[in-house]
């Protein structure tokens, strides 16, 4: 039973186009998250979303919006995708916000490829 | 903002020999948590060993340990009898709160086990 999962694994579509990547927790948790991880593996965070509460990371362009229905969903849209966007991003969960004391669970990844 | 510094971009080592990833950090915070992350090609994110700051006592994780030096704001990761399973991409995280920053990585080092 997969604590973390996220859909699709992997997407590839054209400029221009809008997507959305689905995350959905198991574990219980409070806090979702989403990291972007660059051609160079580096990860940053987007966003935090803790019981209702967005918090943006202000490097993050606004035509990326998390949505979450609940608890246990943070959905990613992304508008408009450009050529940078191609990433593979992570959807992520901890027990709480302030402090993790096991670190974060994270889903498997969606390795976005825009053409 | 807290930064992550991982030196070594590559490491390589013998099975069953030991190795140690370097990590070192820059923070104005007395309390925080640190974190050693295992990327395998799978893309999956798996946590390896946590510290907390205010611990003087390394973490151990069975062939996996740290050297956590608070004063120097080094945290590194020595994996023992090395196995094949091992080589990963080893990410270093911090953690001193929520908010914008989450948990803020390292760019990783590149581990590769020989036979």
């Known amino acids: 039973d997969t604590a973390v999962s996220q859909t699709p694994k992997y997407l590839v579509t054209q400029m221009g186009n809008d997507k959305s990547i689905k995350c959905e927790q198991n574990?219980?948790?409070?806090?979702m998250y989403w990291y972007k991880q660059d051609s160079k593996k580096f990860l940053k965070i987007m966003f935090s979303y803790n019981n209702k509460e967005l918090i943006i990371n202000e490097t993050v362009p606004n035509r990326f919006s998390p949505k979450s229905p609940d608890k246990a969903h943070l959905n990613l849209h992304i508008n408009s995708l450009e050529l940078g966007d191609s990433a593979v991003y992570f959807c992520?969960?901890?027990?709480?916000?302030?402090?993790?004391?096991?670190?974060?669970?994270f889903g498997s990844g969606t390795r976005l490829t825009v053409v | 903002a807290q930064t992550v510094t991982q030196s070594q971009p590559e490491m390589s080592v013998q099975e069953a020999e030991t190795v140690t990833l370097s990590c070192t950090y820059d923070?104005?915070?007395?309390?925080?948590?640190l974190f050693w992350y295992k990327q395998p090609p799978s893309r999956q994110m798996i946590l390896v060993i946590r510290q907390e700051a205010y611990k003087q006592q390394n973490a151990t994780e069975n062939r996996f340990s740290v050297n956590f030096q608070k004063a120097a704001k080094s945290f590194s990761l020595k994996i023992s009898d090395s196995q094949l399973g091992d080589a990963a991409m080893y990410f270093c995280?911090?953690?001193?709160?929520?908010?914008?920053?989450?948990?803020?990585f390292g760019k990783g080092t590149h581990l590769i086990i020989q036979p």
């Open positions: 992520a969960s901890s027990q709480e916000l302030w402090v993790p004391n096991y670190g974060y669970t």
């Open positions: 923070t104005s915070e007395s309390d925080y948590y």
């Open positions: 995280a911090y953690y001193s709160g929520g908010g914008a920053d989450g948990l803020t």
């Open positions: 574990l219980g948790h409070d806090t």
